[in-house]
């Protein structure tokens, strides 16, 4: 009977994605495809191991995201060396799900009432405004696309498979493509065109944003702060230069925004029980998924990890098996994509030098991030580093907890030595990221609440109300606080939070989480707005503009559609496809076609693929004084199915008369050809 009802349970979740798929625009019906790919499995997951018995039904949901993606990982795993097709995966994921349901039934339990309507309301407006912010197909969108309608589209899953070069090895940040399966999967339950339909993941993502969140800010302060920590997020996401927002189904901020607050939930309810190995099981599957989804960002997130414990001085072996977790995953990293392969020669560029714009510099050696980088123009952040040392002293350990969680963070990217080593390994592209990591938001929420909870309301919401108004609809020559805000000392203030860590060790004191501070939740959301809103007016204005008529964005340039349909109805089943680079990276996101190179920016960690002598030989083969024998050699080497070459007179007679090619289409001042066998 168990197994019928979780059979008919995961059945009819596809069938009403499907349905979804067919009836609705995109974006909603895409939240229905994520809620099969990932809620139902990690709900299942979540009930099957236990953790139902340990955490309550929104905290549960709060961790389904990690847990959703812990349970693609075996059935991803046995099809990659097996070499599988992704039907496969998906078979195997759905008969995971029916027998972890028929163990332990969905059964979501009660829900308090406050909760359950904060969560629909913040999931709602948050789906919407991530509509808004949605970024157009360009960037590093058209790389992860790449990757997932490769997983769709080769007959045998491996590791080599899903790369964009033909013959490519495994690019070292998804090794395992782990989150781009999920999406795959999503995109074909739904049936929805996976080049159509890959942007309009965005909205479904911001959704597990939300249930992510709120749980992680509710375990730290309870459930005003959960609000608070939801909508301080999503505001962060919505401002700045570039926002992260429009782009949270990225691999890089869905494990910003998603995935963290996951670590941050299971750590806050390990150091309450720190012996219940279940809680310790989701502390290590939180970072074993982040270390799969993107490599490099375990490091910040056991970084947070690392200062909740210190300060907790408990739940070390939890912190121990998650860091196991993701030794593991960097072992195998360095085996598969790093091992014996060449270092890369990264192009000489500005940016990829350690510059006094984003790091602190001392003769000429880059000794942390700066204070700017490390705060990303966000006033929350400021306030958060203003509150650490008197919240980790005052009254010391009650408050300290959340401030405990950001002083981890902060240690690595501000405390002089950690980013030499970092740049020297993840790299400078990736380490001068780290600081957007630190979870300052459930600080500020936690300081919201215990605002409302020790001054007067009756002051609290007349204030708040002006301070919104003042921020909306002020003057446009009032300028933002970032016009004239010096930069802060965040070194000395990462070096104080140790010292302090260390103080408590000697003092035997313990930063727990704190029972939920009784706080009501609108006014804590007020108070916790009019902190990030007030100093900053000029983004209050800009939020309210772009929510009205969308985040502006920049059409990308397109692989011209004559050549998309050409490939396919005549390339042939995935064929290598030679061109040049910056065509050739695009052309991934509009068809299944392999190519030869792509510009260095998309290669650099994937040495194992000798892209650089890639890129030569496909500059060589385009130039009109190669010979002929030199272009069959390179034609040969990598298997060329067809030649796309740019409308250059000199170059085109040459290729004419090479009698391995034979001319078909002329357009859009390209020219295709295709490679006689």
Same mark, same amino acid.
């Given at each position: 009977m168990a197994i019928a009802t979780a059979l008919l349970v995961v059945a009819g979740a596809a069938a009403l994605a499907r349905i979804a798929g067919l009836l609705?625009?995109?974006?909603?019906?895409?939240?229905?495809?994520?809620?099969?790919?990932?809620?139902?499995?990690?709900?299942?997951?979540?009930?099957?191991?236990? =953790?139902?018995?340990?955490?309550?039904?929104?905290?549960?949901?709060?961790?389904?995201?990690?847990?959703?993606?812990? +349970?693609?990982?075996?059935?991803?795993?046995? &099809?990659? +060396?097996?070499?599988?097709?992704?039907g496969a995966v998906l078979a195997m994921l759905a008969l995971m799900t029916v027998a972890m349901l028929a163990m332990r039934p969905l059964r979501p339990g009660p829900v308090r009432r406050v909760d359950a309507i904060s969560l629909a309301l913040l999931a709602a407006f948050t789906a919407f405004a991530a509509g808004r912010w949605q970024e157009p197909l360009r960037g590093d969108e058209i790389f992860h696309l790449a990757r997932a309608r490769k997983l769709?589209?080769?007959?045998?899953?491996?590791?080599?498979?899903?790369?964009? =070069?033909?013959?490519?090895?495994?690019?070292?940040?998804?090794?395992?493509?782990?989150?781009?399966?999920? /999406?795959? $999967?999503?995109?074909?339950?739904?049936?929805?065109?996976? %080049?159509a339909g890959f942007p309009d993941l965005v909205p479904a993502a911001a959704v597990l944003l939300v249930l992510a969140a709120f749980a992680a800010g509710r375990a730290v302060a309870g459930t005003a702060a959960g609000v608070a920590t939801v909508t301080l997020t999503v505001w962060a996401a919505m401002i700045g230069l570039h926002p992260t927002l429009g782009k949270v189904s990225w691999p890089g901020p869905f494990t910003f925004l998603v995935l963290f607050p996951v670590g941050i939930l299971a750590v806050s309810e390990v150091l309450r029980r720190p012996e219940d190995r279940r809680l310790q099981g989701l502390l290590a599957a939180s970072v074993l998924v982040v270390a799969v989804v993107h490599v490099s960002y375990a490091l910040p997130l056991l970084a947070i990890l690392a200062g909740a414990v210190?300060?907790?001085?408990?739940?070390?072996?939890?912190?121990?098996?998650?860091?196991?977790?993701? #030794?593991?995953?960097?072992?195998?990293?360095?085996?598969?994509?790093?091992?014996? +392969?060449?270092?890369?020669?990264?192009?000489?560029?500005?940016?990829?030098?350690? %510059?006094?714009?984003?790091?602190?510099?001392?003769? $000429?050696?880059?000794?942390?991030?700066?204070?700017?980088?490390?705060? !990303?123009? !966000?006033?929350?952040?400021?306030?958060?580093?203003?509150?650490?040392?008197?919240?980790?002293?005052? *009254?010391?350990?009650?408050?300290?907890?959340?401030?405990?969680?950001?002083?981890?963070? =902060?240690?690595?990217? &501000?405390?002089?030595?950690?980013?030499?080593?970092?740049?020297?390994?993840?790299?400078?592209?990736?380490?001068?990221?780290?600081?957007?990591?630190?979870?300052? !938001?459930?600080?500020?929420?936690?300081?919201?609440?215990?605002?409302?909870?020790?001054?007067? *309301? *009756?002051?609290?919401?007349?204030? &708040?109300?002006?301070?919104? =108004?003042?921020?909306?609809?002020?003057?446009?020559?009032?300028?933002?606080?970032?016009?004239?805000?010096?930069?802060?000392?965040?070194?000395?203030?990462?070096?104080?939070?140790?010292?302090?860590? $260390?103080?408590y060790a000697l003092r035997r004191l313990r930063a727990l989480p704190l029972p939920p501070v009784q706080a009501a939740v609108?006014?804590?959301?007020?108070?916790?707005?009019?902190?990030?809103?007030?100093?900053?007016?000029?983004?209050?204005?800009?939020?309210g503009r772009e929510l009205v008529h969308g985040h502006p964005n920049f059409a990308a340039t397109t692989v011209p559609t004559p050549i998309v349909r050409w490939l396919a109805e005549h390339g042939g089943t995935m064929p290598t496809v030679l061109m040049d680079e910056l065509r050739a990276y695009r052309l991934g996101a509009y068809s299944d076609a392999y190519v030869v190179a792509v510009p260095e920016v998309r290669t650099r960690a994937e040495p194992a693929s000798d892209p650089e002598q890639r890129r030569r030989d496909?500059? %060589?083969?385009?130039?009109?004084?190669?010979?002929q024998a030199q272009r069959d050699a390179i034609l040969r080497r990598y298997g060329v199915?067809?030649?796309?070459?740019?409308?250059?007179? &000199?170059?085109?007679?040459?290729?004419?008369?090479?009698?391995?090619? !034979?001319?078909?289409?002329? #357009?859009?001042?390209?020219?295709?050809?295709?490679? *006689? /066998?």
């Open positions: 609705l625009p995109d974006q909603p019906a895409l939240i229905a495809g994520i809620a099969v790919t990932v809620v139902l499995p990690g709900w299942a997951l979540g009930r099957a191991s236990g =953790l139902g018995d340990r955490l309550d039904a929104l905290a549960l949901l709060g961790a389904t995201p990690a847990l959703g993606l812990a +349970a693609w990982l075996p059935p991803l795993a046995v &099809a990659l +060396a097996l070499r599988l097709p992704f769709l589209a080769v007959p045998h899953l491996s590791l080599d498979a899903v790369s964009e =070069l033909s013959g490519g090895r495994p690019h070292a940040g998804y090794v395992v493509p782990l989150l781009h399966a999920v /999406e795959a $999967g999503a995109l074909r339950i739904c049936g929805i065109d996976v %080049t210190a300060f907790a001085r408990r739940g070390l072996v939890g912190l121990l098996a998650a860091a196991a977790a993701a #030794a593991a995953v960097f072992a195998f990293v360095w085996l598969e994509a790093l091992h014996g +392969a060449p270092s890369p020669k990264i192009a000489a560029g500005p940016w990829r030098h350690a %510059t006094s714009d984003a790091f602190v510099i001392v003769h $000429g050696h880059p000794l942390a991030l700066n204070a700017r980088t490390i705060t !990303q123009h !966000q006033t929350g952040f400021l306030i958060a580093i203003a509150a650490l040392v008197p919240m980790l002293l005052w *009254r010391a350990p009650r408050y300290a907890y959340p401030a405990g969680l950001v002083a981890g963070g =902060l240690a690595l990217v &501000a405390v002089p030595g950690f980013v030499p080593l970092l740049n020297a390994t993840v790299g400078i592209g990736q380490s001068h990221r780290f600081g957007e990591a630190i979870p300052w !938001q459930p600080l500020v929420a936690t300081l919201a609440a215990l605002t409302v909870v020790n001054f007067s *309301r *009756r002051w609290i919401l007349p204030i &708040a109300i002006a301070a919104v =108004l003042v921020a909306a609809i002020g003057p446009a020559r009032v300028k933002s606080f970032w016009d004239v805000a010096p930069a802060v000392p965040t070194t000395p203030l990462a070096l104080a939070a140790i010292v302090i860590a $260390g103080w609108l006014p804590t959301l007020l108070v916790a707005m009019v902190m990030v809103m007030a100093p900053d007016p000029s983004s209050s204005r800009q939020i496909v500059s %060589t083969f385009l130039s009109p004084d190669t010979s199915d067809v030649v796309i070459a740019p409308d250059n007179p &000199a170059l085109l007679r040459q290729l004419r008369a090479d009698p391995l090619l !034979q001319e078909r289409l002329d #357009a859009d001042n390209l020219v295709i050809f295709s490679v *006689r /066998e």
